[in-house]
């Protein structure tokens, strides 16, 4: 979907579930929001500029890594220009929170959008896009048949089998904190020392390095985020291309409490100067067209029932989610670090 339509297709549907107050656009024009970023500018920056063209509120950028635009707000304290935080994983959004660099300022409006598992109970932020971290196995060498659960990964049967992050990845943090949540810190404890016994190689690298060694034959199973997939099958590099389409996604644990999710996310800022404008574009960046963008776009599962999704996930198929509350993960992440450490999972 080209963003000059989705540009089209938002005028009128932006204003229509958050805002108390009209939009005045003539003092609009003059008036701002800035948004700090653990996005890449590619992945946020379209739908910022149909926002600006939509509503005339200028949008000042500034991207970064997730955990240094968080020292940066703490830095900066009352003194920062920043009105909104969208960054990656519910376990950073909890950071930002225990750190008191954000609000809760999420409007009754905005919380009726997005389901109550994929926002803070307390208001401080809410999921924008939803991502899938799944079991991914080579086409050629495991059948599906043979795969279950997160649990069953740690059996003897995947021994110098599996791939998978370092422990300092936030995304293996909050797998590892879903499962305390939902197993207990013994069980998965035990768990997390037979994955490590089951590793192939020592955790190296990102998502896609993980899919590559299992195109490569290093390992035959991988833990991956879907998006990530779904960025290698749609690249324009062929190596790969072929590696992402080598394997295919299994989804976990579909008898009983659903494949863990997780989100990218969005919060205002506790020194927000301009609430109102951050508010607005919260509510542009939940709007379905919005949504369904980022879903073509980067391959992620809006967080809005009934909106449109890629091919891509289409090709995937439909899946059970773990309805566990995000917040979980936060509130367990210590926790995990600490259980992933013991286990030696370096």
């Known amino acids: 979907m080209k963003i000059s339509n989705l540009k089209t297709l938002l005028s ?6 958050t805002l108390a107050v009209p939009l005045n656009t003539a003092q609009a024009s003059e008036e701002v929001v800035n948004v700090y970023s653990a996005r890449k500018e590619q992945l946020i920056k379209p739908l910022l500029d149909a926002f600006t063209e939509q509503t005339g509120i200028k949008v000042n950028l500034v991207t970064s890594k997730a955990d240094a635009l968080l020292k940066r707000l703490q830095t900066e304290g009352m003194n920062s220009p920043a009105d909104l935080l969208i960054t990656t994983d519910v376990g ?3 950071r930002a929170k225990e750190a008191g660099v954000v609000q809760p300022a999420i409007t009754p ?9 994929l926002q803070d109970s307390e208001h401080y932020w809410l999921g924008l896009t939803t991502r899938a971290r799944v079991i991914v196995y080579a086409n050629d060498r495991v059948k ?7 649990e069953a990964l740690a059996e003897p049967e995947w021994k110098k089998r599996l791939c998978i992050r370092s422990s300092d990845n936030i995304y293996n943090q909050s797998l590892v904190s879903s499962m305390i949540a939902n197993k207990g810190e013994q069980a998965t404890a035990d768990w997390a020392n037979g994955l490590v016994k089951n590793f192939a190689r020592k955790p190296k690298g990102g998502d896609r390095d993980q899919v590559k060694a299992v195109a490569a034959g290093q390992c035959d199973i991988a833990v991956i985020n879907t998006y990530y997939l779904g960025q290698m099958v749609n690249s324009q590099d062929e190596d790969e291309k072929a590696a992402g389409q080598s394997v295919s996604v299994f989804w976990p644990n579909q008898s009983d409490r659903g494949a863990h999710v997780n989100v990218s996310g969005v919060a205002v800022t506790k020194a927000s100067k301009n609430k109102e404008n951050a ?5 542009f960046l939940l709007s379905d067209e919005s949504q369904k963008w980022y879903a073509e776009a980067n391959n992620e599962y809006p967080v809005i029932d009934g909106v449109a999704i890629s091919q891509t996930l289409k090709n995937w198929g439909s899946f059970k989610s ?20 013991r286990a030696s999972w370096r």
């Open 12 to 17: 009128v549907s932006v204003l229509s579930f």
């Open 92 to 94: 950073r959004l909890y």
């Open 109 to 117: 409006d905005l919380q009726k959008r997005v389901p109550m598992n």
């Open 144 to 150: 599906p048949s043979e795969l279950s659960t997160y």
């Open 279 to 283: 508010l607005k574009l919260i509510a």
């Open 322 to 341: 773990d309805a566990l509350n995000l917040s979980e993960l936060g509130k367990h992440n210590l926790e995990a670090v600490r259980l992933m450490d």
